[in-house]
């Protein structure tokens, strides 16, 4: 019996037998959540205002399977990312061609490529990129796309860290136009804004970084010398420098780079600095530009804007532009980032089609969000006004202004039973519904109803339209 196909609803006959199973403890996988209602309000919440600023762009949503094929992720997260895809074992008979030599052998990387086609999601990315190839022909270009999904990643789970979580992404593909990143740091900003967080956007230039490796002649030690300087906030200069000397630099070159990691001033200040250091790199001069041009037209945000050239993440695919953004009063980590990438489709066959995006943690910024108890109270209101229920006549009587009330927008229940009183003004207060509407025979008798104010006990006698126009007017 396949009990996954079964629904709660199905009226399939199932034996006590079959479900010896249920009398172990339930329980969830490690790095995943279970989301009750008041969670599922402050998510949609979040949802909703990234949603809604994405929409003030001009972006447009699309989705993508949850599982992709191994050929289409495999070798676009490095070595260690492709370690932590969760790998979907093959339908059917599917050790039949495996040998025995090979279960013997116990190489679960061969293995995997053999019992697995697909797997899950890493990120919302790779997905887009083989997106927009497969409908390049259907796409406006440029394209401007959000998506909401969760993704999962095979890590250790810990504080902010799970296995399965959401993002939210919003990408510009077709176009080399520096405006797309003024508008995402925007979009960043208004986003924040609106929920109340104070954030700092921290940005940088790949043609920077590869600058700097130039100018102290390590051009093939970029790889390393950004691993080790994106570390610097947590595990200090003199770690970053032990790293630095593990990846292969020398005592000079690390040397040439300490006033670097160092460079403190306004944005304007480290920009002319780091532009005398790298005058004889075409391209750490070009990442200077692009840098002056977007946080020039940015001096009006909300949020903190600042050049930090320790910033280095996602260095295998970003060309130009890189961002991070980090919550202010709460140690949360990254919440928010993206860049620049100019050929990311070319992995799929279409090269030199430019793009920018952003990502935003949405698992992280709901843990924001009840840190610092940020939620509005409306955003998590759920029924306004319960019905009492005195009976089967009484809830005929009712039903139809319930009906009314609904009409106009206002979330109404009618409790289901004829329970006792205490136990229907108990349900109301549980789920904090501030007001209740009695009808029992002596309002019907004069065709009304009486509103009652959970909080101030206040009670109103009113016909149902009064009633609508009472509710919608205080509500």
């Not at 339908?91 to 061609?97: C, F, I, M, P, T």
Request: hydrophobic letters at 40%.
């Amino acid at each position: 019996m396949n009990f996954s196909s079964l629904t709660a609803h199905s009226s399939f006959p199932i034996s006590h037998s079959s479900f010896l199973i249920s009398t172990m403890k339930p329980s969830i996988p490690k790095g995943t959540r279970d989301f009750g209602p008041q969670e599922m309000a402050k998510r949609n919440y979040i949802l909703n205002t990234i949603r809604s600023v994405y929409e003030l762009y001009g972006f447009q949503q699309i989705e993508t399977p949850a599982q992709e094929t191994l050929q289409t992720l495999m070798g676009k997260y490095g070595e260690e990312g492709d370690k932590l895809l969760f790998k979907i074992l093959n339908s059917g008979d599917y050790l039949n061609k495996i040998a025995d030599d090979e279960l013997t052998e116990r190489n679960t990387l061969r293995l995997a490529t053999k019992l697995c086609e697909k797997g899950l999601r890493y990120d919302l990315t790779v997905p887009f990129a083989r997106y927009v190839v497969m409908h390049r022909d259907e796409l406006q270009l440029p394209f401007k796309r959000y998506q909401v999904q969760p993704v999962w990643r095979a890590d250790r789970p810990q504080k902010g860290r799970y296995r399965e979580f959401y993002q939210f992404d919003g990408d510009v593909v077709g176009s080399d136009s520096l405006i797309n990143e003024i508008e995402l740091m925007q979009i960043v900003d208004t986003v924040f804004t609106r929920f109340g967080v104070r954030v700092q956007i921290k940005i940088n230039n790949r043609k920077i970084l590869t600058g700097i490796a130039e100018v102290i002649g390590a051009a093939d030690k970029i790889v390393d010398i950004t691993v080790a300087i994106d570390k610097l906030d947590k595990i200090g200069i003199d770690n970053v420098n032990q790293e630095l000397r593990a990846g292969g630099l020398t005592e000079e070159q690390i040397a040439k780079l300490q006033p670097i990691i160092a460079l403190e001033g306004t944005n304007e200040q480290k920009l002319d600095t780091i532009a005398q250091v790298l005058k004889d790199s075409e391209t750490g001069m070009k990442g200077i530009e692009e840098t002056r041009y977007i946080t020039s037209h940015l001096a009006t945000l909300t949020s903190q804007l600042q050049v930090d050239l320790t910033l280095a993440r996602g260095l295998s695919y970003y060309t130009g532009a890189i961002f991070e953004v980090k919550a202010l009063d709460t140690p949360m980590g990254s919440i928010s980032g993206g860049g620049r990438y100019d050929n990311l489709t070319g992995i799929f066959g279409m090269p030199g089609l430019s793009g920018v995006g952003i990502s935003f943690g949405v698992d992280r910024i709901y843990d924001v969000l009840n840190a610092l108890d940020l939620y509005p109270k409306d955003a998590l209101q759920t029924t306004r006004v319960l019905f009492i229920n005195f009976g089967e006549a009484e809830a005929d009587y009712c039903l139809p202004i319930v009906a009314k009330v609904r009409r106009a927008g206002i979330r109404a229940e009618l409790y289901p039973d004829a329970a006792k009183m205490k136990k229907q003004l108990g349900y109301a207060n549980a789920k904090q519904i501030p007001f209740v509407v009695l009808a029992g025979s002596g309002e019907m008798e004069q065709g009304r109803v009486t509103l009652k104010n959970m909080e101030t006990g206040e009670q109103q006698l009113l016909s149902p339209d009064e009633l609508v126009d009472a509710l919608t007017f205080i509500i």
